[in-house]
């Protein structure tokens, strides 16, 4: 039983917090930044080499730097970045003592020496085989045992943040239902538990298989477990850094949920829905039926996207009602031309919002549409479409965050405050453009994890469109842009950690433990005579956007041969 | 607040913002017209994939796909060595991919329909037909039938694009699609 | 984590809350559904079908 020795209270906040899970949620927040600075610098060099005028890195070193990259970034720094946010939105969040500290550093450690291995296996180049390593090609087998070793980790974090749930059940630490930032925590959980279940299911065989006690994996069963993973993991993402966005537009606004209702049952379409749209990477297999790509890669019937378009609307309306109640109500905008830009906590979490709606989500599901798929599959498009979800939306989201962790958790001050503030437009711009000039590329037939599109070494010869060079350049400048945006992340969260002005001693727990900047003015955040005219103009924008690209594409489709 | 547990204990029964309910609305209608116009496409659209596919082994694909090159070979490509293949319209036509090729080049006639037979020998390979750009995943152990009827004459390349190891960049083949003779 | 303890009144006059609230409130029926659903419908359907690739003629 945890003693009152063991919490301190913040004094920016009144949160009660966890000393344990404190330290655990630093542990996990330094260990994501230092893999996002490994894996951001393989990412750098591969679009650098990918841009014909540079062609940075030979082909052995740019296979082996992509696969590098998408692990590095896309599990290491994704993946213990969210443990920190499962661990605040349990514990802290709920003020409640985290379960088990000793199993979350057990999980941690695990983490750590298979996301090290992993690396070590890519580096030694006997492992070059893509994040998605498919059968039959092989990897050295210390590859897969570090995924399997971090993804176990991972598992007993998870299971961590759900008997801290318990543990602040039990020991009524909160009154009535869990808060919506520990609800989103909680899909990001459930949808873990069946992420790395796939993961455990197809890695183990396959590991076995590499060190040749099992004879044969079957592709096309692996495909299918590992995406179960693959995109799964995708969608932890997308529900933590939709948690994220509800958590900093509170603690930055004091923006409250339109309707808790409304936003947890969008929470539940992703917990029953979200980990189907697997499906969207087997839409050209061969052997799989209509029926089930249908069925699967919409989500059943987009209940899963109707969640998503639901985040839309409630997490810009949110803060356009506390704006609006903090008296910005001239006109449709003001409420956002007002808001804190200068805020990087602010300015990450709104870009991440809208970079993702109309980058990351509109081509999340045109790719997804079973017959446009053929159009996309396999090329360019596809990094283009999850660079737009998980840079510009999951990263940058995070790195907001990390902008309120540090002075609430590490209780450092921002070093470099105005390299801060610039950060994530700098970073967010750079996304952007990575986004869209891949996916500009890729609509023009660019073949994605490909070293030469001048196919100088080939028997036949085939020139792209010269547009695609043009894409591909402009892709490269834009990667610099992006992984300047991360360097200074990188300096200024480092520099805050070790460098920055300490804040206050925590202080005693006389202190009020209700937040100061929240002042509820209204029992339901939109309730009343609060209308939300900007917000509607915004997702007005966003659905026009959306409907027109679609049917382009399906136009697009049109002109194709005809197959069937 | 989003951090805070709800400060109603019950509030499934708040009362819902009509401009949200609205959004929410459109929304479903918008995700059932996408569900739809998927199904609809099979119905009066021209580009779906049938999923036929067939369990073969590498060895038994490779001998038939030689079978037909040798049959209805008509050239061979410049100096390449690779012999280019015309079926016959309305026919089964073969292509393999290996590291790193597509083999054997294929010869069809535009406005006729061809059953085209594709597997791969070893590892798994990306068929992305370009400047057409339709991209289809190639298995080891599977092979995907589909018919297709080209609708334009030309050369069209067919590039790999899953990563197959370090020729995976020079991993290219070719459809020629002619007039009728 | 029983569920009678989260049915008793709170504050003497609390009524139960509707049923669709004790499902969200519920996290291992949603942990269960969130595992079970994506499980039937996305990998055991996939290798049924799978399984029932037939042999090339």
Excluded at chain 1, 320 to 347: C, D, H, V
Aim: proline share 6%; glycine share 8%; hydrophobic share 50%.
């Amino acid at each position: 039983m945890a003693t009152q020795a063991q919490f301190r209270i913040c004094p920016d906040t009144g949160l009660k917090v966890h000393l344990p899970a404190q330290a655990l949620i630093k542990a996990n927040a330094v260990a994501a930044v230092v893999f996002l600075a490994i894996g951001g610098l393989f990412g750098l060099s591969v679009a650098l080499t990918r841009w014909p005028a540079v062609h940075l890195l030979p082909a052995e070193w740019f296979y082996l730097a992509l696969t590098a990259h998408g692990a590095d970034v896309l599990l290491f720094w994704i993946i213990f970045f969210e443990m920190a946010v499962l661990y605040f939105a349990s514990a802290i969040l709920l003020g409640s003592r985290l379960a088990a500290p000793k199993m979350g550093w057990l999980a941690f450690i695990l983490m750590l020496v298979g996301a090290v291995t992993a690396n070590i296996a890519v580096l030694q180049g006997e492992s070059s085989v893509m994040f998605t390593s498919y059968v039959p090609m092989k990897a050295a087998p210390h590859f897969y045992l570090g995924l399997i070793l971090f993804a176990v980790g991972a598992l007993i974090g998870v299971f961590v943040f759900f008997g801290t749930l318990i543990v602040a059940k039990d020991e009524r630490t909160y009154e009535g239902s869990i808060p919506l930032v520990t609800f989103g925590a909680l899909t990001a959980a459930i949808i873990a538990v069946f992420t790395i279940a796939c993961g455990a299911i197809i890695l183990v065989p396959t590991f076995l298989w590499s060190i040749g006690i099992i004879s044969h994996i079957d592709p096309l069963t692996y495909k299918v477990v590992w995406w179960g993973m693959g995109h799964s993991s995708q969608q932890i993402n997308v529900s933590a850094h939709v948690a994220v966005w509800y958590a900093i537009a509170a603690i930055v606004l004091g923006a409250k949920p339109l309707s808790e209702k409304v936003s947890r049952t969008a929470f539940f379409f992703y917990i029953l829905f979200l980990q189907l749209a697997s499906a969207h990477h087997l839409l050209v297999e061969p052997g799989i039926s209509s029926e089930w790509k249908i069925f699967n890669t919409s989500y059943a019937m987009y209940l899963a996207v109707l969640g998503s378009m639901i985040h839309g609307l409630t997490v810009p309306g949110s803060i356009e009602a506390a704006q609006r109640r903090k008296g910005y109500t001239n006109g449709i905008f003001e409420w956002l031309r007002k808001a804190p830009w200068g805020n990087p906590a602010f300015a990450g979490m709104f870009l991440s919002l809208v970079m993702f709606g109309f980058l990351g989500g509109i081509t999340g599901v045109i790719l997804g549409t079973e017959q446009l798929n053929m159009l996309m599959h396999n090329t360019l498009y596809v990094p283009g479409h999850f660079h737009g979800t998980v840079v510009a939306g999951t990263t940058l989201a995070f790195m907001a965050m990390t902008y309120l962790v540090v002075p609430l958790i590490f209780r450092r001050e921002l070093v470099l405050p105005r390299l801060a503030q610039w950060q994530p437009y700098l970073f967010g711009i750079g996304a952007a453009g990575i986004s869209l000039f891949m996916m500009g590329a890729g609509t023009l037939g660019v073949a994605r994890r490909h070293w030469d599109i001048t196919f100088t070494d080939a028997r036949l010869s085939f020139d792209v469109p010269a547009g695609a060079f043009l894409m591909m350049g402009l892709n490269g400048i834009c990667a610099i842009l992006a992984a300047l945006g991360g360097l200074a992340y990188v300096v200024v969260v480092v520099g805050s950690i070790l460098f920055g002005k300490r804040k206050d001693a925590p202080a005693p727990a006389a202190r009020p433990a209700t937040p100061p900047m929240a002042s509820p003015i209204a029992s339901y955040g939109g309730e009343g005579t609060l209308k939300l005219p900007g917000t509607m103009v915004l997702v007005s924008v966003f659905f026009v956007a959306f409907v027109l690209y679609y049917y382009v594409n399906w136009k697009y489709l049109a002109s194709v041969w005809p197959l069937r | 607040m989003a951090i805070h547990p709800p400060k109603q204990m019950i509030w499934w029964h708040e009362p819902v913002e009509r401009s949200e309910l609205v959004w929410i609305a459109v929304a479903f209608l918008w995700g059932l017209v996408m569900f739809g116009t998927m199904v609809a496409w099979h119905f009066v659209g021209k580009q779906n994939l049938s999923n036929e596919a067939y369990r073969i082994t590498p060895d038994v694909f490779q001998a038939r796909t030689e079978a037909a090159a040798e049959k209805y070979k008509v050239r061979e490509e410049g100096n390449t060595g690779i012999p280019v293949v015309r079926p016959p319209p309305g026919g089964d036509a073969y292509m393999l991919a290996r590291l790193w090729e597509w083999w054997p080049i294929l010869e069809l006639e535009k406005g006729q329909s061809y059953r085209l037979h594709i597997s791969s020998l070893d590892w798994q390979h990306g068929f992305s037909l370009q400047p057409t750009n339709v991209n289809l995943q190639i298995h080891p152990g599977y092979e995907m039938v589909l018919t297709v009827t080209p609708d334009a004459a030309g050369q069209f390349t067919v590039v790999c694009n899953e990563f197959c190891g370090i020729g995976h960049h020079t991993m290219i083949g070719r459809i020629y699609v002619v007039d009728k003779k | 984590m029983s569920e009678s303890a989260r049915e008793e009144p709170k504050h003497g006059g609390e009524p139960r809350p509707p049923v669709m609230q004790r499902i969200l409130d519920n996290p291992f029926l949603l942990l269960f559904l969130g595992v079970t659903i994506p499980t039937v419908f996305y990998v055991l359907w996939a290798v049924m079908e799978l399984t029932q690739i037939p042999i090339a003629k």
